[in-house]
């Protein structure tokens, strides 16, 4: 009861310490956005979290170049590509990450909700919420504040996206929020980053194969999850992590 009583005072000053942060460090460069977080923050107090997709090498790279031992929390939702799990072993080994750590859905919960492998084609919403949601608070749960590879410029539901933010307790960073397609290109160009090979077949945003499509000319990155739903986001960055994580906490 006591750990209840005092949560929401806990997140108003969490909510309070990420604004500061942001307006102290979020006009900074993003290698020296993570540099000052994990020495805020702590090493064991913060991780990363990628999906190893089009270009999660940028902010992989800068977290190799300040400490290769980061964990790393990689969701393996059982829908990936095949070619996305190839390209996060093959990164991992060029920058050095020593702590990658796979997050798998519960089995109990896939047996019970999605014994076929099939709710994404009737629920998906549902099926984000076993196979990603869930996993994502399991995985960052363990530390005070993780990084994330969100960019402004990818949907309009991020235009306005911070570098530092609260979620609930904790802290969510998002060093490459400022950052546009170019500044991406260029620095995977200029570090000759492995690229995911899905990418030149035109998957700007890759997520699960089921729910992944082609982008078109013209249309924003993220047009290609979810095509032709209104959905725009699994749910690892919205409210729903939030509830999960006090759930876990409970």
């Not at 064991?44 to 977290?63: E, K, N, P, Q, T």
């Not at 929390?73 to 095949?82: A, M, P, R, V």
């Amino acid at each position: 009861m006591e750990a209840k009583r005092r949560l929401p005072d806990l997140e108003a000053e969490t909510l309070a310490e990420a604004a500061r942060l942001d307006a102290l460090y979020g006009h900074l460069p993003p290698a020296e956005i993570i540099s000052r977080a994990i020495e805020l923050f702590g090493r064991g107090d913060i991780a990363a979290v990628s999906s190893f997709g089009a270009d999660s090498a940028v902010l992989l790279h800068m977290v190799a170049e300040i400490d290769r031992s980061l964990p790393i929390i990689f969701l393996d939702t059982g829908k990936h590509f095949g070619e996305t799990l190839d390209y996060r072993d093959a990164l991992a080994a060029d920058l050095g990450l020593s702590d990658i750590r796979v997050i798998t859905p519960e089995e109990a919960a896939l047996n019970r909700d999605d014994p076929d492998g099939k709710l994404h084609l009737t629920n998906t919403d549902a099926c984000c919420a076993i196979r990603k949601v869930e996993p994502m608070a399991r995985g960052v749960e363990p530390f005070r504040a993780w990084f994330t590879g969100r960019k402004r410029f990818q949907a309009a539901t991020r235009q306005a996206l911070p570098v530092f933010e609260a979620v609930g307790t904790r802290i969510r960073i998002n060093p490459l929020a400022r950052w546009t397609t170019a500044d991406l290109a260029d620095y995977m160009k200029t570090h000759t980053l492995r690229e995911n090979p899905l990418v030149a077949y035109g998957y700007l945003s890759i997520g699960c194969f089921p729910c992944t499509s082609i982008v078109q000319p013209g249309e924003d990155a993220r047009s290609g999850r979810w095509a032709g739903q209104a959905k725009t986001e699994c749910g690892i960055h919205l409210p729903e992590l939030d509830r999960s994580l006090a759930s876990a906490a409970h």
